[in-house]
């Protein structure tokens, strides 16, 4: 039964930032733009959250982990669909990670690149650098370093499966490489 009752508050829980990200989504996007939206993601972070929920609670993965991830899909979702980067999302998931784990010089760092980012023109984007932060949070320097190669990687074999001369998507390719290192991390017992 308790089981059944912390599966159902990370189902409602997992539906409810779904339905916020829509929302936020929405209120960014100005008045006179036609742009193509992304899928309505409530439901399928739903289904997700309620998975997190349950390694949460039987101790695979830690809290900041679990909103990390659930954050990290909805922002890969966004950014595949419209390459749009919800701030107020990443916000509310980064304090909230904050709240069981202090920033750290690395931290400081990759926000500051996002700064940077913003700025200035640099081929990658500054939605990319706060996640990258959000990720050094529950990641050493080595690991985070470990992620950013993945993701690089599995952009390389992307762009060269699909040809494309434009810009890529890259948080999706974070959100993967980041799930493969907790996961091994996990399994290694580290």
């Known amino acids: 039964m308790n089981t059944l ?48 929920t349950y390694l949460v609670h039987h101790g695979f993965l830690n809290i900041p982990e679990g909103l990390i991830l659930l954050t990290g899909l909805s922002l890969a979702i966004y ?14 998931s980064f304090f909230l990670s904050n709240l069981f784990v202090p920033s750290n010089p690395l931290t400081f760092f990759l926000l500051g690149f996002a700064i940077l980012a913003q700025l200035s023109y640099i081929p990658i984007g500054s939605g990319d650098f706060l996640y990258l932060a959000s990720i050094s949070l529950i990641l050493n320097f080595q690991d985070t370093l470990w992620v950013l190669q993945l993701a690089s990687l599995i952009g390389l074999l992307d762009f060269i499966r699909k040809k494309r001369q434009k810009s890529l998507p ?19 017992g580290f």
């Open 5 to 52: 009752l912390i599966l159902v508050s990370g189902s409602g829980f997992g539906f409810l930032w779904g339905l916020l990200g829509d929302y936020l989504y929405q209120l960014a996007i100005p008045s006179d733009v036609e742009e193509k939206q992304p899928p309505n993601t409530a439901i399928l972070l739903a289904c997700i959250s309620t998975l997190l």
């Open 79 to 92: 950014d595949k669909k419209s390459q749009s980067y919800p701030l107020m999302l990443w916000l509310i």
């Open 170 to 188: 890259f948080i999706p390719f974070i959100y993967l490489a980041l799930l493969a290192i907790i996961c091994f991390k996990k399994w290694m």
